[in-house]
């Protein structure tokens, strides 16, 4: 097991990896050849219609939102905005937006962001989107049909918007979403999927289902000098093994590596100077759904967390490559709590509370889960012997990558195990066990709790971090006792990439998704990226 002190050494050896590969001048030009390792296939061209991390991937290079994330910093900063003010309440800002082009040579203007919101969080849609756009003033009232439009959503002038939020909290950390993009309100909407219109730094020259897409640089981008590539291919490749063979003959020039590889990768004298390691703010967990009716006793939740032994899991299945979880927020969070235990290894606890709650024998339940080595069917089965020695039968039911949130989010299942994000933000995130936040936004699990509820409600409109950070330590314990998820780790994310690579960030959000616009590659690199 790692100790916080590991953790935090972990998290420095990711940013100065980083910065070793982005040391020297940038140069333009060259074709670089990235990887999509989360399936064979994307779900869709249009981001918001999908959940899919896979693509998300793609959408980076496509699409553009307000804000944006900024790895190195930690924290969302302005995009498509050139600047912003904040009223005196401190709950409406008015953005001035940047000179900026769509692909098709649309301008963007005040009305695509206006549009672009509204359909987003339209009901009628159901796009995963609309969770970022709870804290906009109106969006209750515009989904439960009260209202035609989102009221917080005002107009000043063509490059002026306005934007009125419930709550004091920073609004970058939902806006900067890029399942929230800007979107022009005069493209054909049923063309998003095949014929994505956005505002970044590459734009779709061809996707070949079930092997890659191929895009182009986009000359008319916003930001001056980006990007430096000329071209950008994002093969699908979600077997590790091809992904390995690949990298190893100069086929792709990054790999994301699962326990396996991060163990032979680091032994091995040609690779092991060439990886990136961060960790992310990302929660792996068992979501228990309270349709079960054992589910609905938390002493059957907290039996589950005492009878699984995930520091066993994490050293002999994950090799080491995550961080065993306390509870829901990771360790990097500035409302995590520093002196909270993880739920130990305790499986007589398990069966006293099993007793206590009725459930001595006869619980059963499926996990719904992926074939993903590090959250998904390898981990069921490594819990179902465990969780047969107190009682609890356990079976898998599998399906593909891009099936699982769909039973999620229309509520077909009985427990799955997932890894969802968890910060940076804790607010953000924590808000996903609000009881007024929907199933389909991301309360999965349907968790509903008076006294949860108070503190989101009291830290949402708490002005000073400091105090805003000490109620949701509160609130994080108060999740870890009330157990709506066996919590299992903290994902620690490996990428490998070739020597002539070079822009590379820390992405703790997901090191999978770069900022393409500021990766190049260096005259070391064949023939074949020139």
Same mark, same amino acid.
């Given at each position: 097991?790692?100790?916080?002190?590991?953790?935090?050494?972990?998290?420095?050896?990711?940013?100065?990896?980083?910065?070793?590969?982005?040391?020297?001048?940038?140069?333009?030009?060259?074709?670089? *050849?990235?990887?999509?390792?989360? $399936?064979?296939?994307? &779900?869709?061209?249009?981001?918001? =219609? @999908?959940? !899919?991390?896979? #693509?998300?991937?793609?959408?980076?290079?496509?699409?553009?939102?307000?804000?944006?994330?900024?790895?190195?910093?930690?924290?969302?900063?302005?995009?498509?905005?050139?600047? *912003?003010?904040?009223?005196?309440? $401190?709950?409406?800002? &008015?953005?001035?937006?940047?000179? =900026? @082009?769509? !692909?098709?040579? #649309?301008?963007?203007?005040?009305?695509?962001?206006?549009?672009?919101?509204?359909?987003?969080?339209?009901?009628?849609?159901?796009?995963?989107?609309?969770?970022?756009?709870?804290?906009?003033?109106?969006?209750?009232?515009?989904?439960?049909?009260?209202?035609?439009?989102?009221?917080?959503?005002?107009?000043? #002038?063509?490059?002026?918007?306005?934007?009125?939020?419930?709550?004091?909290?920073?609004?970058?950390?939902?806006?900067?979403?890029?399942?929230?993009?800007?979107?022009?309100?005069?493209?054909?909407?049923?063309?998003?999927?095949?014929?994505?219109?956005?505002?970044?730094?590459?734009?779709?020259?061809?996707?070949?289902?079930?092997?890659?897409?191929?895009?182009?640089?986009?000359?008319?981008?916003?930001?001056?000098?980006?990007?430096?590539?000329?071209?950008?291919?994002?093969?699908?490749?979600?077997?590790?093994?091809?992904?390995?063979?690949?990298?190893?003959?100069?086929?792709?020039?990054?790999?994301?590596?699962?326990?396996?590889?991060?163990?032979?990768?680091?032994?091995?004298?040609?690779?092991?100077?060439?990886?990136?390691?961060?960790?992310?703010?990302?929660?792996?967990?068992?979501?228990?759904?309270?349709?079960?009716?054992?589910?609905?006793?938390?002493?059957?939740?907290?039996?589950?967390?005492?009878?699984?032994?995930?520091?066993?899991?994490?050293?002999?299945?994950?090799?080491?490559?995550?961080?065993?979880?306390?509870?829901?927020?990771?360790?990097?969070?500035?409302?995590?709590?520093?002196?909270?235990?993880?739920?130990?290894?305790?499986?007589?606890?398990?069966?006293?509370?099993?007793?206590?709650?009725?459930?001595?024998?006869?619980?059963?339940?499926?996990?719904?889960?992926?074939?993903?080595?590090?959250?998904?069917?390898?981990?069921?089965?490594?819990?179902?012997?465990?969780?047969?020695?107190?009682?609890?039968?356990?079976?898998?039911?599998?399906?593909?990558?891009?099936?699982?949130?769909?039973?999620?989010?229309?509520?077909?299942?009985?427990?799955?195990?997932?890894?969802?994000?968890?910060?940076?933000?804790?607010?953000?995130?924590?808000?996903?066990?609000?009881?007024?936040?929907?199933?389909?936004?991301?309360?999965?699990?349907?968790?509903?709790?008076?006294?949860?509820?108070?503190?989101?409600?009291?830290?949402?409109?708490?002005?000073?971090?400091?105090?805003?950070?000490?109620?949701?330590?509160?609130?994080?314990?108060?999740?870890?006792?009330?157990?709506?998820?066996?919590?299992?780790?903290?994902?620690?994310?490996?990428?490998?990439?070739?020597?002539?690579?070079?822009?590379?960030?820390?992405?703790?959000?997901?090191?999978?998704?770069?900022?393409?616009?500021?990766?190049?590659?260096?005259?070391?690199?064949?023939?074949?990226?020139?």
């Amino acid at each position: 097991m790692l100790t916080r002190l590991g953790l935090t050494a972990a998290l420095m050896l990711g940013m100065a990896t980083a910065t070793l590969a982005q040391d020297a001048t940038p140069k333009d030009g060259g074709r670089f *050849v990235y990887v999509a390792p989360y $399936g064979s296939s994307i &779900t869709s061209l249009d981001i918001t =219609a @999908t959940p !899919h991390t896979q #693509d998300e991937i793609v959408a980076k290079a496509i699409n553009r939102s307000l804000y944006k994330w900024n790895p190195e910093s930690g924290k969302p900063e302005l995009a498509l905005a050139e600047s *912003v003010e904040k009223s005196a309440d $401190g709950k409406t800002y &008015t953005y001035k937006l940047r000179d =900026a @082009t769509f !692909h098709n040579g #649309d301008k963007l203007d005040a009305d695509d962001v206006i549009w672009s919101y509204n359909r987003l969080a339209d009901p009628k849609k159901a796009l995963p989107g609309a969770e970022q756009m709870l804290q906009i003033a109106g969006v209750a009232e515009f989904q439960a049909g009260k209202a035609d439009h989102i009221s917080g959503l005002k107009k000043i #002038d063509d490059k002026t918007v306005q934007i009125t939020f419930i709550n004091l909290a920073e609004p970058g950390w939902n806006l900067m979403s890029n399942f929230a993009p800007i979107y022009s309100k005069d493209y054909p909407e049923d063309q998003l999927a095949s014929k994505p219109n956005g505002l970044g730094p590459f734009k779709l020259a061809n996707y070949v289902p079930g092997s890659k897409v191929e895009l182009v640089k986009f000359d008319d981008y916003y930001e001056e000098g980006k990007p430096h590539l000329d071209k950008l291919a994002i093969m699908l490749m979600g077997e590790a093994s091809a992904r390995d063979i690949a990298f190893r003959n100069g086929e792709i020039d990054v790999n994301v590596l699962g326990p396996v590889q991060y163990e032979a990768y680091g032994q091995d004298p040609a690779l092991k100077d060439h990886i990136l390691e961060v960790a992310e703010v990302y929660t792996r967990n068992i979501g228990f759904n309270p349709k079960v009716e054992a589910f609905k006793d938390k002493r059957v939740r907290q039996a589950i967390n005492y009878a699984i032994n995930k520091d066993l899991i994490v050293e002999k299945l994950l090799k080491n490559k995550a961080y065993p979880a306390v509870s829901w927020l990771p360790i990097s969070s500035p409302a995590f709590d520093k002196s909270a235990k993880p739920y130990p290894y305790d499986p007589e606890k398990a069966k006293e509370l099993l007793k206590e709650a009725g459930f001595e024998t006869g619980l059963k339940f499926s996990v719904t889960a992926t074939s993903n080595e590090s959250w998904g069917v390898p981990i069921v089965e490594a819990i179902i012997p465990m969780l047969a020695k107190v009682g609890i039968k356990v079976t898998t039911d599998p399906v593909e990558s891009s099936v699982l949130s769909d039973k999620i989010l229309s509520d077909n299942f009985e427990a799955f195990i997932w890894s969802n994000s968890s910060g940076p933000d804790p607010l953000k995130y924590l808000t996903c066990f609000y009881s007024k936040t929907p199933q389909t936004a991301c309360n999965y699990v349907k968790f509903s709790n008076a006294d949860f509820d108070k503190l989101i409600e009291q830290a949402g409109n708490e002005t000073d971090p400091a105090k805003q950070n000490e109620i949701l330590k509160e609130a994080n314990n108060l999740l870890q006792e009330e157990a709506p998820i066996w919590f299992f780790n903290y994902n620690k994310a490996v990428m490998a990439y070739q020597p002539w690579v070079h822009g590379l960030k820390p992405n703790a959000m997901e090191l999978a998704i770069q900022d393409y616009e500021d990766i190049w590659i260096d005259a070391s690199a064949p023939a074949s990226r020139k």
